[in-house]
């Protein structure tokens, strides 16, 4: 059975940096591709960037391009998400998910527990 654990969440002044990381666990990566999402109380549960098995494909939200990275590590089962430049907007739990490329929510087929990520003004 397939596992994805995050890690890395925490508070956080605007401007600041926060590096989260996830690790998937009970099989390789490959062919699937790994996602990072968020949720804000009393909002939708929104994709924030992506990337597939090879790391040759990405994708991020408008709202954090340029301020955030998505980077995968196969050998270690392990993806990044450096996030800077941060924003009290950006506060939200973060979750890592599993599924196939191109990632949406419909294709998801695993979800870590998720992490916090608060950012104070």
């Known amino acids: 059975q397939v596992r994805v654990t995050e890690s890395g969440g925490g508070l956080v002044q605007a401007g600041g940096s926060l590096r989260l990381s996830c690790a998937a666990s009970?099989?390789?990566?490959?062919?699937?591709?790994l996602g990072w999402f968020r949720q804000a109380p009393g909002k939708d549960r929104d994709l924030v960037a992506a990337?597939?098995?090879?790391?040759?494909?990405?994708y991020y939200a408008d709202s954090v391009k340029g301020r955030f990275t998505i980077s995968i590590q196969n050998a270690q089962n392990t993806v990044w998400l450096q996030m800077n430049s941060l924003k009290p907007e950006d506060t939200a739990v973060y979750y890592c998910?599993?599924?196939?490329?191109?990632?949406?929510?419909?294709?998801?087929?695993?979800w870590g527990q998720g992490t916090q990520v608060t950012v104070s003004s």
């Open positions: 998910a599993r599924g196939l490329w191109p990632i949406t929510i419909a294709t998801i087929n695993t």
């Open positions: 009970g099989r390789t990566l490959a062919p699937y591709a």
């Open positions: 990337i597939n098995w090879t790391g040759g494909a990405t």
